[in-house]
């Protein structure tokens, strides 16, 4: 029996030992579920709080895609645009070379023109100087007709 009782005591003891250490561990287990559930809330707490941020992101992330889109089409109409000046601008420039050859012609018409009137002018003074040549010229054959026939009447 005193055998017995030894290995009941020690028996007695090992289970004192063991249902201290399962009470601490039963404690260490209701500590951590304890912040097992607070960590839960907060991160319930969090996601609802951070859920209109994150809803705010994706809101924002969406202007963000359609700003994008718009910034592209305004790159677009601004290259036609700089495309169509460019082409205006050449037009420009060949209608300002055309009617600077245009001009020189006139000027070389115009200059073509005084000179063909400063000829005919030329013409109309020796005309005239002919003309009168020839009245005197007219004028000496009556005179010297008139000798001739005054010599021959002689």
């Not at 013409?123 to 005197?136: Q, Y």
């Amino acid at each position: 029996m005193r055998s017995y009782d030894a290995e009941v005591s020690s028996l007695k003891l090992e289970i004192k030992e063991l249902t201290d250490k399962l009470e601490i561990v039963n404690a260490k287990c209701q500590s951590s579920e304890g912040k097992a559930r607070i960590l839960e809330q907060e991160k319930i707490h969090l996601e609802q709080r951070y859920q209109s941020e994150f809803r705010r992101f994706d809101e924002v992330q969406e202007r963000c895609k359609i700003a994008e889109k718009e910034a592209k089409k305004a790159t677009e109409l601004a290259d036609r645009a700089r495309a169509e000046a460019a082409t205006a601008q050449k037009e420009r420039s060949e209608i300002q070379r055309l009617a600077m050859e245009r001009l020189a012609q006139i000027e070389r018409a115009e200059r073509q023109i005084e000179k063909l009137e400063r000829q005919r002018a030329d013409m109309d003074d020796e005309l005239h100087i002919i003309r009168l040549s020839e009245r005197d010229a007219l004028s000496k054959v009556s005179l010297l007709e008139a000798r001739v026939e005054e010599r021959e009447k002689e």
